[in-house]
């Protein structure tokens, strides 16, 4: 079955506590890219990758860091974790980074950081 | 730059009601439009597009028509079911642009019995 995974799915921590967010697809994407969701601002993008080794910044990248060593897989990182990244995050990926792509999103990952 | 705009939600239909949920965008170019629908507890998944002027989108009884001169990509349902609630994204794609999609900040429906 053709799917974006994320894990974990929930997760609380403390300020300062560094943790990472995994990401694989298995779809053979080229495109991929991290968004946090949060109420009456929609989606905003943090990072993406084009390709493997190939990494860009988004809208909103302070206090994130990702790699793209393989295809499959784009983990999203948080080296020091502040309450101002309490949010939901998508994974998301595509054949290719043109705008006429569906994106396909994983399931989220719900993060409390206290 | 991209922008979208949505109508506020959050917005409660009667089953069989007829919907609209207002998109209107700024963009460069001649961009693509999407909506994604986001179940609860699920992530968005794509429900329809269209990539060119007057193009219109369609899937499972929502539509949505690219107007250039209005610059909106309105969706609509004729007669709404309670599996419908979900929160709806208006989403837009420049070619001119490496960061894909450009998202509005999302309209929660919801469809009472």
């Known amino acids: 079955e053709a799917q974006v995974t994320q894990n974990p799915r929930y997760l609380i921590t403390v300020t300062g506590k560094k943790l990472t967010v995994t990401c694989s697809q298995n779809?053979?994407?080229?495109?991929m890219s991290w968004y946090r969701q949060d109420p009456g601002l929609g989606l905003r993008q943090i990072y993406y990758s084009m390709n493997v080794e190939v990494t860009d910044k988004g809208d909103v990248p302070e206090g994130y860091k990702v790699s793209r060593k393989e295809k499959r897989n784009f983990p999203l990182i948080l080296e020091s974790p502040s309450p101002n990244q309490t949010s939901l995050y998508f994974c998301a990926s595509s054949l290719k980074s043109g705008n006429t792509g569906e994106l396909f999103f994983g399931e989220g990952s719900r993060l409390t950081v206290l | 730059g991209n922008s979208v705009t949505q109508m506020e939600g959050p917005v409660t239909l009667s089953e069989e009601a007829f919907l609209t949920i207002n998109c209107t965008y700024t963009a460069t170019g001649y961009p693509s439009l999407f909506w994604y629908v986001q179940y609860p507890g699920e992530g968005l998944q794509l429900l329809l597009k269209a990539t060119k002027a007057d193009d219109k989108g369609s899937n499972k009884g929502f539509e949505a028509t690219y107007r250039k001169e209005t610059t909106s990509f309105h969706l609509e349902k004729g007669s709404v079911q309670v599996s419908d609630s979900a929160v709806y994204f208006c989403?837009?794609?420049?070619?001119?642009?490496?960061?894909?999609?450009?998202f509005g900040s999302g309209t929660q429906l919801t469809v009472l019995p």
């Open positions: 989403a837009l794609g420049n070619s001119g642009s490496a960061r894909q999609l450009t």
């Open positions: 779809m053979n994407h080229e495109y």
